[in-house]
C-alpha cells in the first residue's frame, strides 16, 4: 500500500461548485497533514495544515481529517478558474514529509 | 524577502560528469530538504536535514550525496549522474514546531536533463 493516496484525476468541477479532493494515508502515526497547490511548471505551495481530527476552514478552503479512517480532504468553495492545478497532500512521517503523487483539478467556466 | 533559492534552474549534462544543484535559505529554517518529481510518481524526499551537520536518507537517496555545514545552504550532489537522474528538482525548508514540520516552503526548481 502506498504511503499517501490520491486519485490522479483530473478532477472536472463548475466554475461556482464545490471541489472535493481526498486523500488516504497508511502511517497511524502521522501527526501533521497538509495540503498544497501546485501550477504547471511551479513549485507547490502551502493552502492548508491540519492536525487534529475535524474541519479546518481558510476562507473558500475546508481541510478535513478523519484519523481512525487515515482520510484526509479538501474542499474548495466557489470554485475559480485560477483554482485549476495539482492538488498534493502530504503527510509527516517520522520528520519526514511525504507527498501523494497529486489530483489535477479543472474549474470549468 | 524570505525565499528559498535554487540554482542552476535548468541544466544539461553528460553520464558521469558531477554536478552540484545549490540551494540556499534566509528564513533560519532548520529543516531542508530535495525532492524530484517525475510524471506519475510524484515529489520524492531524497534527502533531508534537521539541523547543522545532520542529515538522512528520503526515500530515494541512490545516486545523490548531500552536505549540510551551514544552516541556510543544503546542496544536492551528484557524483555520476545517469540518465535516470534526469528531473524536476526541489529544495525546501521549513520551522520544526512542537508539531513538527511547518509549512515547507519550496525553492523555484531545477530541471536537469542527464544525456
Known amino acids: 500500500q502506498k504511503e499517501v493516496e490520491q486519485n490522479s484525476g483530473p478532477l472536472s468541477v463548475p466554475e461556482g461548485a464545490i471541489a472535493s479532493l481526498n486523500c488516504t494515508y497508511s502511517?497511524?502515526?502521522?501527526?501533521?497533514f497538509f495540503w498544497y497547490r501546485q501550477y504547471s511548471g511551479k513549485s507547490p505551495e502551502l493552502i492548508m495544515s491540519?492536525?487534529?481530527?475535524g474541519d479546518k476552514e481558510d476562507g473558500r478552503f475546508t481541510a478535513q481529517l478523519n484519523k481512525a479512517s487515515q482520510y484526509v480532504s479538501l474542499l474548495i468553495r466557489d470554485s475559480q478558474p485560477s483554482d485549476s492545478a495539482t492538488y498534493l497532500c502530504?503527510?509527516?512521517?517520522?520528520?519526514?514529509?511525504?507527498f501523494g503523487k497529486g489530483t489535477r483539478l479543472h474549474i470549468l467556466p | 524577502e524570505a525565499q528559498v533559492t535554487q540554482n542552476p534552474r535548468y541544466l544539461i549534462t553528460v553520464t558521469g560528469k558531477k554536478l552540484t544543484v545549490t540551494c540556499s535559505q534566509n528564513?533560519?529554517?532548520?529543516?531542508m530538504s530535495w525532492y524530484r518529481q517525475d510524471p506519475g510518481l510524484g515529489l520524492r524526499q531524497i534527502y533531508y536535514?534537521?539541523?547543522?551537520?545532520?542529515?538522512d536518507k528520503g526515500d530515494v537517496p541512490e545516486g545523490y550525496k548531500v552536505s549540510r555545514k551551514e544552516k541556510r545552504n543544503f546542496p544536492l550532489i551528484l557524483e555520476s549522474p545517469s540518465p535516470n537522474q534526469t528531473s524536476l528538482y526541489f529544495c525546501?525548508?521549513?520551522?520544526?514546531?512542537?508539531?513538527?514540520?511547518?509549512?515547507?516552503?519550496f525553492g523555484s526548481g531545477t530541471q536537469l536533463s542527464v544525456l
Open positions: 536535514s534537521m539541523n547543522v551537520e545532520v542529515t
Open positions: 525546501a525548508s521549513s520551522f520544526i514546531s512542537g508539531s513538527g514540520n511547518e509549512k515547507l516552503f
Open positions: 528564513m533560519n529554517h532548520e529543516y
Open positions: 491540519i492536525y487534529s481530527n
Open positions: 502530504a503527510v509527516n512521517r517520522d520528520d519526514k514529509i511525504i
Open positions: 502511517d497511524r502515526g502521522s501527526q501533521s
